[in-house]
Nanobody, 124 residues
Framework: QVQLVESGGGLVQAGNSLRLSCVAS????????ISWLRQAPGKEREIVAA????????YYTDSVRGRFTIARDNIKNTVYLQMNSLKPEDTAVYYC?????????????????WGQGTQVTVSS
């Protein structure tokens, strides 16, 4: 069993930055791909970024590519999402989730473990 805990969310003005953290406990994240997903009010949940267990594979949705960076520290069992140049449309609850392996379309993955989410609000 893996427990995931997100932190780092908050209220920021457009153009500013936040760094989200996802800390795992219970077992190591080795061999797990970790994704950051978000859900805004009235919208479907979408994958924002993902990183494979070694860090070699990374995925970004088009709307965040060039602004967000995903990274992981397997020794600390932590995955980060650095979010720069934030926009009001980035406002959402952000979740981290663990998926075994890296295959097919990241947008279709199903996840074994989820965090509780952290709110990110970007004001204009």
């Amino acid at each position: 069993q893996v427990q995931l805990v997100e932190s780092g969310g908050g209220l920021v003005q457009a153009g500013n930055s936040l760094r989200l953290s996802c800390v795992a406990s219970g077992r190591t994240l080795d061999r797990y791909t970790i994704s950051w997903l978000r859900q805004a009010p009235g919208k479907e949940r979408e994958i924002v970024a993902a990183i494979g267990w070694s860090g070699a594979n990374r995925y970004y949705t088009d709307s965040v590519r060039g602004r967000f960076t995903i990274a992981r520290d397997n020794i600390k069992n932590t995955v980060y999402l650095q979010m720069n140049s934030l926009k009001p449309e980035d406002t959402a609850v952000y979740y981290c989730a663990a998926h075994a392996g890296w295959n097919d379309d990241p947008r279709m993955w199903e996840y074994d473990y989820w965090g509780q989410g952290t709110q990110v609000t970007v004001s204009s």
